[in-house]
C-alpha cells in the first residue's frame, strides 16, 4: 500500500519558516510605509495645487480691478492731499510739501521726501534737493520711469496707519515696505544703508468729512473719495465664498460660517488670500500706464512689532511682522571680474548672498519662497550718478559702478530704488559668516545664507576687486514667507 508522503522520488512539503515569515512581515511593512508615505505627499500636492489656482484667479481678479477701478489713477492720490488740505486735515501722506511745487501737492509717485515728515525739498535752490523727484533734471531726464511704490490698501485699512478721525490728529507710522533701516549694517562708507523701503501707499482715504442723520435718528459718516469700506472687497479673497447673513442672527444657517462674534456684533472676516501691487510708473511723463507686479498673499500677517535693533540693542524698531529685511549681496561670487576699482561677480547671475546681524534669528527661507531686491535710497543726492566711472563717496553718488561687458555693457547696480521679485530655486544652510576683509563696518558677528534664483539678476551688487571681495555698496532683501505667487503686470489706466 502507497502511504502519503511514502514517495521515495519526491520528498515531503516542509511548511514556512521563520525566517520566511520575517522577511514577509519586513516586505508588507515596506509596502505599507511607502504606501503611508504617499498620503502627505498628496497633501501636501493638493495644497500647493490649491494656492496655485487661488493665487491665479485672485490675480485675474486684482488685475481686472486695478484696470476697471482706476485704482492706481495717479491723480488720486494727489486729489487725496487736496480734499484734505481744504478740509483743514493734516497731510495725507507724511511728508510735508514746499509751496515751491506747482501745484504745492505731494505726487508720491514721483516724489519722496529724504526722512519721515520732512520737506522734498531742503534749499532754495534746486541744486540743494534731498528728497528724490523723479521729475527733476537733477535725477532723471524727463520721461523717465516714476519711483517704485507698494500700492497696499489693505496693510493701512487693517492698521489704521492713517488717522481716520474728523481732525486727522495721532501719530501716523510711516511703515515703509521692506524698510531694513536698524536690520542692515551701514554702506561702507559709513553713511546709512539704502535700505529705507518703498512707500505704502493708499488713495483710499476713509477720513470723515461731515456726518448726516435719516429720519430714523441713524448717523451716517459722509467721506472723502472712496472709503476704506472698500477696501475688503476689492484686495482680499475669502476662504469661503458663501456666508450666514450677518443682518440676521436669528436665522442662521447650521452650514454656512457664521461671520460674527457671539455677543459682541463685530464681524469675523475670513481672508486666507491677497494682493498688492509693487510697481512705478512707466513714463513720469505719462501718468496711465504703471509696470510692475501683482503679488499674492496667504495668510498674511497684518500686524506691528517692536523690537530692539539686532545692530543696536538700545534703538528700537517697529517694522511689520511678515517683512524680514536682511543684507544682500546680488550676484555674490567670490571670482570679480574687475573693470576698475569695482566690477561684478563672474558667473553668478543667479546668486544671493544673504547676511544678517547673529543677534537675530535665522531667517527662514525655503525652496519655493520668494524674495524682493528693495534695495531704496530716498536721499536725491546719494542716489545720483554723476561720475559713472567708479563708487563715489562724495555727493555723486554711490550708485555708481562701470559697464558691466559680461551683461551687454549694462550699469547693473542702477537703478537706485527698486522692487525686484526673485523665486528661490536652491539654500544652502545657514553658517558664520566670515566677513569682508577691507571693510571697517564688518568685524563679524554676522551670518549668511546663499541662495538661486529662478531668474538672471535685474540689479547687482558692485564688488571691490582683490583676492577677498567685498561689496562696495550695501543692497537689502525682503525675505517674504506669506506669497504665493508674483506675477508681472503693466496697467492701463484710461
Known sequence: ??????????????????????????????????????????????????????????????????????????????????????????????????????????????????????????????????????????????GSAGLPFAYDPLWRYKMTLYPQDPAGAGVVPEARFGSGIGFVRNDPDGGAPSAHGLQRLTNFNGRVRSTYTDGAGNTFPIYFMQTTNNVPSIFVSPEDVVWNEMNNPSNLSPILPDRTISGTGASVNDWRFSWIFTGRLGSSSNAATFEGDLVIYENRAFDLESMPSPLDSSVTIVKPADETVVEAVFGYSTNVAAFGPVGYGSAADRTVLLRWPATMADPIVKTGDWICDVTYERQQLVALNTQGTVVQTDDTGRFVGVPNPLNGGKWDNTPAQRAFWYQVVKTTPAVVDPGFAGDPNVTGGFRRMIVQVNSALRARTPMTAGATPSPAVVNAALIAPHVVNVIPQTIVIH
Open 1 to 142: 500500500m502507497i502511504r502519503p508522503g511514502d514517495h521515495r522520488d519526491r520528498p515531503g512539503r516542509s511548511g514556512i519558516t521563520l525566517t520566511e515569515i520575517l522577511i514577509g512581515i519586513m516586505i508588507l511593512g515596506v509596502g505599507l510605509v511607502s504606501i503611508a508615505t504617499l498620503f502627505p505627499i498628496g497633501l501636501l500636492r493638493l495644497r500647493e495645487a490649491q494656492r496655485q489656482s487661488r493665487s491665479a484667479l485672485l490675480f485675474e481678479s486684482a488685475a481686472a480691478d486695478m484696470a476697471a477701478r482706476n485704482l492706481v489713477n495717479a491723480q488720486s492720490f494727489v486729489y487725496a492731499d487736496l480734499l484734505n488740505l481744504y478740509a483743514g486735515f493734516s497731510s495725507w501722506y507724511p511728508c510735508q510739501v514746499s509751496v515751491r511745487t506747482p501745484d504745492g501737492l505731494f505726487n508720491p509717485l514721483l516724489q519722496d521726501a529724504a526722512s519721515y515728515g520732512g520737506d522734498v525739498y531742503a534749499g532754495a535752490a534746486l541744486t540743494d534737493l534731498v528728497g528724490l523727484d523723479a521729475g527733476n533734471s537733477l535725477f532723471h531726464i524727463r
